[in-house]
């Protein structure tokens, strides 16, 4: 049985959100990619329908809801399109940050706005000299008085052009060793002095996702705005990419889903010498192998979904459903573009904007190579 985590609730809720975005999402797509960016009232209409973070607490303006309706979010999002993945990364990486590590003042303070969409959040890990070395980051943040100065440039930024709240992985200790002690996390808000955006950065893939670079120019950031304590910031980026790893591995799962159906769709209605793609041997092996692997990888991930939504340590699944998920979806995507023949390398056939987006899964969220040496490492290499 598909999803077991879910209830008729979320089923339901499902339903509708499809609903809104049949009506508010789709329709406007391909426009949003041609425009490279998703105008700010979708956001404020996801917020106002209660699609935004509805995991917070209620006090805050949230439904207190389980993980189950974030998983049916992700999945409904991505079946429209990878490029809408900014909304997962504010509902269930950026804000999950604030609601473990912020203080009552600063949820308050924040919350609310994330919920019902004015606030657009972003993390900024990633420099141009540095991505996957994490500790090695080079932003520094220097406490003067009630202020941090910050100086530094980051890049790759998901949100980065709307993001009202950013957190920033900064050096408050560059001495210290090991060096990955002197990282911590800052939020920084539209308006600070001296923080400013760079390019929007042209995609491969992803079109419609605001990608940006960010600069921060002795960047006056109000002491209270440090997020829990100083020089743990990398430990709460190591407890935090367990979920962004997961996101990961659901968006390439549907995908690899979404790309198989259309595929199977397109070959039993073409036609070549006579009769049905379909029915050439070749293409029912290649379907055969793929639908294997979308079922395998369906019936891992979603035990993997049951064991986080418990609170059990998934470290090691994770990181191997995301760097296999993403690989079978890359597969899929290659498989199924050479299936729809000339068409799928059209842009009005779906598979060409799936086969554009799905490689970069295997590089954000940390890089596929990444997780083979996490799971290296825990079985005690
Ligand atoms: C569309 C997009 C959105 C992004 N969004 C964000 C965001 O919102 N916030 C953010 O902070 N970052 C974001 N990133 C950055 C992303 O997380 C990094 O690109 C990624 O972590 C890799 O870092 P890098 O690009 O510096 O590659 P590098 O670290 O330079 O890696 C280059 C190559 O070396 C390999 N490599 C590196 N170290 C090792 C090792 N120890 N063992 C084996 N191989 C290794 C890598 O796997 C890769 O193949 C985004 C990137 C993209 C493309």
């Known amino acids: 049985m598909e999803h077991p985590y879910l209830t008729g609730e979320h089923h339901q809720f499902r339903k509708s959100l499809r609903k809104f975005l049949e009506k508010e999402a ?13 105008p700010r009232s979708f956001w404020e209409k996801m917020g106002e329908q209660g699609y935004l973070c509805p995991d917070i607490e209620e006090k805050y303006g949230g439904s207190e ?6 998983v049916v979010i992700n999945e409904e999002l991505e079946r429209v399109g990878t490029g809408l993945i900014g909304i997962a990364l504010h509902n269930d ?11 009552d003042e600063q949820k308050e303070r924040w919350l609310p706005h994330c919920v019902n969409g004015k606030t657009i959040t972003a993390i900024a890990m990633t420099e141009p000299g540095t991505g996957s070395d994490l500790a090695n980051i080079k932003t520094t ?8 100065i910050v100086n530094g440039a980051k890049t790759f930024i998901t949100n980065g052009i709307h993001a009202d709240l950013v957190i920033v ?33 042209d995609k491969v893939g992803l079109h419609c ?9 002795d960047c006056k950031v109000p002491r209270e705005n440090l997020l829990g304590e100083e020089g743990k910031g990398f430990l709460y980026l190591m407890e935090k990419l367990q979920q962004e790893r997961l996101l990961v591995a659901i968006g ?23 009769k049905p793609v379909s029915q050439f041997q070749n293409t029912q092996f290649k379907i055969a192998e793929m639908a294997t692997d979308v079922e395998m990888g369906r019936a891992f991930l979603d035990r993997l979904i049951g064991e986080h939504m418990l609170g059990e340590n998934v470290v090691t699944k994770v990181s191997m459903a995301k760097w296999k998920l993403t690989e079978i979806a890359r597969n899929i995507a290659t498989q199924c573009m050479q299936l729809h023949g000339g068409y799928g390398y059209m842009e009005e056939y779906k598979i060409a904007r799936r086969y554009r987006d799905i490689p970069v899964a295997s590089i954000y969220a940390g890089t596929n190579d990444i997780m083979k040496t996490i799971i290296a490492k825990n079985l005690g290499l």
Request: net charge negative; with cysteine; charged share 30%.
């Open 169 to 201: 992985a900064c050096k408050t200790d560059t001495e210290i060793r090991p060096k990955h002690k002197g990282v911590s996390l800052l939020v920084i808000e539209r308006g600070h002095p001296g923080f400013s955006r760079g390019r929007k950065l």
């Open 209 to 217: 996702q605001d990608t940006a670079e960010l600069y921060f120019e």
């Open 93 to 103: 990486i950026v804000v999950p940050y604030l609601t473990s590590f912020g203080t």
């Open 252 to 274: 390439a799962q549907v995908a690899s889903e979404e790309m198989l159906q259309d595929t199977i769709d397109y070959v039993k209605s073409r036609e070549a010498f006579g």
């Open 26 to 38: 789709y329709p406007f797509y391909e426009e949003w990619e041609e425009n490279r960016i998703i």
């Open 141 to 148: 943040a220097r406490l003067e008085g009630d202020y941090y």
């Open 65 to 70: 809801t389980d993980w189950g309706y974030s």
